[in-house]
């Protein structure tokens, strides 16, 4: 069975026209290169 | 591929930048990935998977953040989903990491250039938002409300479809949530949510394969769902954009001839009957001008036929007065008779008696003059003629004449009237005259006998002539030219008076 309480707390709000600055700073820009890129610097730096 | 850090491009043989050194053996497995999982978002997107589409997408950007086909898919799949802000969001990075060539600017600028279906959509967002507090407040009705106009203005908003659905699941209504439902997986075909409910509102867990069976069972079941008094009917939209402008171009060329034959069948029978009107009025008016001058015509002409009447009568009362016949006619002749009987020319007078008309003299008077006159000189030639032999024997010449005139009228036929007037002739005129009368009367009377007398009397007159000619035009110069010389010295002419030539002899 459904809960419908429970349901509807996974709705989150939409992001309006006005948030879209906030959005687009607040893109993810981080991806697997950099994470590979600070570990190898790391392992380089620990050297 | 490019270098992740110096951006230069590699060789694909080297696990190495060729320009900055750095080792790009992990980076090139890293890019292999990201474009695997963009590969399926795109297989997904392309069956309409967005919620598939979206984590494949995203996963792919995780690992490689350059991945500006990735990024620009996954704003797509967004702004199908109804996420505009979400949508721009991606596409406006994705045009920053790669300003050039770059289709997120095509798609940011289709978006700027349609601002009124932006702000329904931001509408939608907006009402969806205030509907979600409503419903985690517990005011379901007035969710409900606002997610109705936010499907009519957005049907794409998965997310409102859903919360819909669900709203109205809670409120007993299963076959609007079911409709709810479907229509999310129309656009979303493989929403979770919107699978799991429907499973959830036919009361059984479904398999992968049954699933979808189940799914498409559904579907075929609902296409005739039975209509309730709650049931809210939204007409579909049937407006569609030309395709092409040939229907319009036809569909102006058909109102063109709708036009010009209503014009045709309407308008210019009434337009050639009111002017047939108005021409059969000229008609008339020109019938009536043409009969008033006929009219006209007609007592014009008899007008003139009686002024050319009257004309002729009053021609004929002048030519009564005036001409050969006519009164004052009449009276001249008459006074000329007189003039002439007075003159004892009584053979003119004789001539003109005989042109008066005595029926045609007004007065009294002068019919007993005419009949005076006309007694007087009445009597025939003989008795002309025996006046005219005494005034001869009186050597009256010129009444004689006379006379012998008048006999001569009465009888043309008297030679001896003509032999006697001819001897008065000779005796009154000059001998050039006489000579004439002489031949002339042995012209009409070459028979007479007198003729050798008459003839006697040319010679000796001819014998005569030349000599008198000379002497007189002798005569004639000399006195011509004392006349000069006198007048030179100043005196008067002095020269005898001419006479005839017959006393040279």
Known sequence: MIDFDEEIKKFQPSQEVDEAEDAIYGNNTIDVTDIIDKIITKTVESK | ?505
């Open chain 2, 1 to 505: 591929m490019k270098c992740y850090k110096c951006n230069s491009q590699l060789d694909n043989n080297s696990d190495y930048c060729l320009k900055c050194g750095a080792d790009v053996s992990v980076y090139r497995i890293v890019v292999k990935a990201s474009n695997t999982y963009y590969n399926q978002g795109l297989e997904k997107a392309k069956v309409r998977d967005l919620t598939g589409a979206v984590e494949s997408l995203r996963t792919s950007l995780s690992i490689n953040k350059d991945n500006i086909k990735a990024r620009n898919l996954l704003g797509l799949v967004y702004f199908e989903m109804g996420e505009v802000v979400m949508a721009l969001s991606e596409w406006v990075v994705s045009k920053n990491l790669k300003p050039d060539r770059n289709v997120a600017e095509v798609y940011i600028k289709k978006v700027q250039d349609n601002p009124n279906k932006l702000e329904l959509m931001n509408q939608a967002i907006k009402r969806f938002n205030i509907s979600l507090r409503y419903a985690k407040e517990g005011a379901v009705d007035m969710a409900v409300i606002q997610l109705k106009k936010v499907v009519t203005m957005n049907p794409k908003l998965v997310k409102a479809g859903l919360l819909l659905g669900l709203l109205l699941w809670k409120d007993g209504q299963t076959d609007r949530a079911r409709k709810c439902f479907q229509r999310v997986l129309k656009t979303d075909r493989n929403n979770t949510l919107a699978l799991r409910y429907l499973s959830e509102l036919d009361g059984s867990l479904m398999k992968e394969d049954g699933d979808t069976e189940a799914v498409f069972k559904k579907k075929k079941k609902v296409q005739q769902p039975s209509v309730t008094g709650h049931d809210v009917i939204i007409p579909p939209n049937s407006y569609k954009e030309p395709s092409n402008g040939i229907f319009t171009v036809l569909s102006i060329l058909l109102g063109v001839v709708l036009g010009a034959a209503l014009v045709w069948f309407l308008i210019l029978p009434s337009k050639i009957s009111s002017l047939n009107y108005d021409n059969k009025q000229i008609v008339l008016d020109y019938s009536e001008q043409l009969a008033a001058n006929s009219v006209d015509v007609a007592n014009l002409k008899s007008q003139i036929e009686s002024l050319t009447k009257e004309r002729d009568n009053l021609s004929k009362q002048l030519a009564g007065y005036t001409g050969e016949n006519g009164e004052s006619n009449m009276y001249s002749l008459l006074i000329d008779a007189a003039d002439a009987y007075v003159s004892y020319d009584f053979a003119q007078a004789l001539i003109l008696l005989q042109k008066i008309d005595v029926a045609l003299l007004p007065t009294q008077t002068a019919k007993n003059v005419y009949n005076t006159m006309s007694d007087a000189c009445s009597g025939g030639a003989d008795r002309f003629y025996a006046q005219g032999t005494k005034a001869y024997l009186e050597r009256d010449y010129i009444s004689a004449a006379s006379y012998f005139e008048a006999a001569l009228i009465y009888d043309e036929t008297n030679d001896e009237a003509a032999y006697y007037l001819g001897l008065c002739t000779q005796e009154n005129d000059d001998a050039q005259a006489a000579i004439a009368y002489y031949e002339e009367f042995l012209t009409k009377f070459p028979q007479t006998a007198f003729a050798a007398d008459v003839n006697a009397r040319i010679a000796a007159l001819r014998a005569t002539l030349p000599q008198e000619t000379t002497a007189a035009e002798t005569q004639q110069n000399e006195n011509e030219s004392e006349t000069q010389a006198e007048t030179t010295d100043g005196g008067e002419p002095q020269g005898e008076p001419q006479t005839d030539g017959n006393t040279q002899e």
